[in-house]
């Protein structure tokens, strides 16, 4: 035991070493700022001024999780999404809602192009429901970029499921596609769903650059407009923000227990269906459109294609479906002002990729050396905090604008979740008895680890370095509020100027944004890819 | 020679414990028991692979050195599995090189020399996934023989082979370890796979 005492102790360092980095350090700095603030104002004059922001984000947060989930569950059943699906998660937010608002805004290329081609069409369309700042478009924004990540979530649940054997039964018991999916399938994925699903309503909660381009401005999402309260200086403004604060926790709790309810409810309601013992008489093999690995490309490629012509374009006047003058000059133009940001946004994502990948790979080898072959869903818990609480109490603790290090760390601190995500499932999995043969045949630890388990897992390695990049690419609130002046990024810039209204602009930044993102995952892809 | 000696490994459910086993060179020693009684375990802590979940006590020695508290590496003692365990990424012939030791003389010969001893020479640039059942378990023979281990341990190495095939991989085996004279040791659910003397792991169940 003499050799195995230092070696558990190592380990114990270690994870405690990670969880005071990425977890305890992050919570404590936050439960500093929360019990040494002072509330000020009466939480009825707060609610005043933030009620109907906080329904209304509470409305946006459970219609874009329930409608994600149900097309989730049933979009799951069409073709499985690839590893290439991978990096149509990864766009970054920003850049996806640059180039869809110009695709489906009232006067933007879909309705141009039902204009061009059904004549006795009046466009563009007038309704302050669809203007291009919108609850609406909100929605369609967040579930469009939410959709496949749940989807990839299910997918990967459905393997590891008996799919074909119970298939056969069902159908063998007279059962339809259709009926067997909700009734076997659908249960049994609910529960695997659960975490995924709270990660998208946390997120909604708490997102802040999505709303500030497609968002409305009157009520504003309750986080953005806790973020422009945070902009003004006066004692009132600050004690609004910290109710604000305490209204998006509350606000997260409530959405995960309607969740956690509607999961309830659904896995009755398909419980009792299912003892019915009643058969359709309809095949019912249709799949959702969402489903059809085309439909995705089809969008990116549409979202990319309006993102490069509005970034070339001189004058684009409604009806006109392609623009009237180019000036690509302004890519020339911009490349002085483009450059240093890509030089901190690179610099931030790689620097931040690394630590996140090593801090998940090292702990997903203790967590394997153990024998722990599930996901440990407390290494998440900066995914289920809404990221302005967090970062407002760093930004109060540290000040506005600091040493790159503290950024560094603070968008580590949201990467590092998603790489452990990404990897956890192809790591614990892994066979540990080749590495035992490669030990076996004389090597060390080491050197078994790099020459037997690096190459064998050399994708799901790259691809989670990849993810882990592409979470710092797209980080707004860390950088915005921790080092808005010395070390502004692509994405804030993105969003500063879409806000302003400079669409043309934003495009070029938001092609900047998305090509650093794609030729990551390109090369991850491509270096990667196996020859046997 | 390879010794245990006053062996206890602490289960959930059950504890084995084992006074004294002890295998000579060119024998191979045979555990049976029944399914979760601790063969593999058994096997795996002779390997030297950590069992956080198992408590054990007890001594190893090999030719008289202590190995206890030596990591697998330093042990010296090959491993043959039932799935062959080849490296995927590598070919038939990465698979030995990697096996075998940097200081051993002619390396390529070697390999090809043992390629064609089981008439497999035009499979040293093949990937494992290319070969059937019958010629990986050859190759992960080779291979971990490749790196002189001074003990052999097979952990069902036949059970995944078919009846025809089994008769001959188990020749093929029995042959490889009386040239090289090492003690072995076999786990299996087949008595016919015995080629000595059997130790039943239930003589030294307790619960």
């Known amino acids: 035991m003499a050799t195995t005492l230092p070696t558990l102790t190592m380990n114990r360092l270690t994870r405690a070493g990670l969880a005071l980095l990425w977890i305890i350090v992050p919570l404590v700095v936050i439960a500093w700022h929360v019990t040494t603030t002072p509330l000020n104002a009466s939480i009825g004059s707060a609610w005043e001024g933030l009620g109907e922001s906080a329904w209304l984000t509470l409305l946006v947060t459970v219609l874009t999780s329930v409608v994600v989930l149900f097309a989730a569950l049933a979009g799951s059943r069409g073709r499985h999404l690839n590893a290439t699906w991978a990096s149509f998660i990864a766009v970054p937010h920003v850049a996806f809602a640059i180039g869809l608002l110009w695709l489906v805004s009232p006067s933007g290329w879909l309705v141009r192009l039902v204009d061009a081609l059904l004549p006795a069409w009046q466009g563009p369309v007038q309704s302050s429901w669809l203007s291009a700042k919108s609850t609406l478009t909100l929605l369609v924004v967040l579930i469009l970029k939410e959709l496949p990540f749940l989807l990839l979530m299910a997918q990967a649940n459905i393997r590891q499921m008996p799919i074909a054997r119970w298939q056969q039964q069902a159908l063998a018991l007279g059962y339809s596609q259709r009926r067997f999916w909700w009734l076997i399938v659908v249960p049994a994925l609910l529960k695997p769903l659960r975490l995924p699903l709270y990660i998208i309503a946390i997120y909604t909660v708490s997102v802040v650059d999505i709303p500030l381009l497609v968002g409305p401005n009157a009520p504003a999402l309750l986080a953005h407009q806790v973020f422009e309260l945070n902009w003004q200086f006066s004692a009132g403004d600050n004690d609004w923000v910290a109710w604000g604060a305490l209204l998006l926790v509350l606000l997260a709790f409530i959405s995960l227990l309607l969740l956690r309810g509607l999961e309830w409810l659904l896995q009755r309601a398909l419980g009792r269906c299912a003892i019915t013992g009643r058969r359709s008489q309809s095949g019912g093999t249709g799949g959702n459109a969402s489903s059809k690995p085309w439909f995705w490309t089809l969008l990116a490629l549409a979202v990319l294609t309006s993102l490069i012509l509005q970034s070339g374009q001189q004058g684009w006047f409604y009806p006109a479906l392609w623009p009237q003058g180019w000036q690509w000059e302004r890519w020339l133009s911009e490349w002085p002002y483009i450059a240093p940001l890509l030089y901190n946004t690179w610099t931030l994502a790689v620097f931040s990729a690394t630590l996140a990948w090593l801090s998940a790979v090292i702990l997903l080898e203790l967590q394997a050396q153990r024998q722990q072959s599930k996901l440990n869903a407390a290494w998440l818990i900066m995914l289920i905090i809404p990221q302005l609480v967090l970062v407002l109490g760093w930004q109060r603790q540290v000040g506005p604008d600091n040493s790159f290090v503290w950024l560094l760390w603070s968008h580590t601190v949201f990467c590092f979740p998603y790489a452990y995500l990404t990897l956890h499932g192809a790591y614990l999995a892994y066979p540990r008895r080749w590495l035992w043969q490669a030990r076996s045949l004389g090597y060390g630890p080491w050197a078994a680890w790099f020459r037997v388990l690096a190459p064998m897992l050399k994708r799901p390695l790259a691809l989670a370095w990849a993810m882990a990049f592409s979470i710092s690419v797209a980080q707004y609130l860390p950088t915005q509020w921790l080092a808005p002046v010395t070390h502004p990024t692509l994405t804030t810039e993105a969003v500063s100027i879409a806000s302003g209204g400079d669409w043309r602009l934003a495009s070029v930044y938001a092609l900047m944004q998305w090509v650093s993102v794609w030729i990551i995952f390109m090369v991850a892809l491509g270096v990667t890819r196996a020859r046997n | ?207």
């Open chain 2, 1 to 207: 020679m390879l010794e245990i000696n006053h062996l206890t490994m602490v289960f959930k459910h059950h504890q084995l414990v084992i006074p004294k086993l002890s295998v000579a060179p060119g024998q191979v020693l045979t555990l049976t028991g029944a399914s979760g009684i601790g063969k593999s375990s058994l096997l795996q802590w002779v390997l030297g692979v950590p069992q956080p979940n198992v408590a054990i006590a007890g001594e190893l020695s090999l030719n008289g050195v202590d190995l206890t508290q030596r990591p697998i590496e330093q042990r010296n003692i090959g491993l043959v599995t039932q799935q062959a365990d080849l490296f995927p990424h590598m070919t038939v012939q990465q698979n030995l090189l990697f096996a075998r030791t940097a200081q051993s003389a002619d390396r390529q010969a070697w390999v090809a020399e043992q390629l064609n001893s089981v008439g497999l020479s035009e499979y040293g640039d093949a990937y494992p996934a290319e070969l059937s059942g019958g010629q990986r378990a050859r190759i992960a023979l080779l291979r971990s023989l490749a790196a002189s281990p001074k003990s052999i341990l097979l952990d069902e190495p036949f059970s995944a082979l078919d009846v025809k095939l089994r008769t001959s991989v188990r020749e093929f085996t029995w042959s490889k370890l009386a040239d090289a004279q090492m003690p072995a040791m076999l786990v299996t659910h087949d008595p016919a796979d015995a080629p000595g003397e059997v130790v039943n792991l239930e003589h030294y169940y307790y619960d």
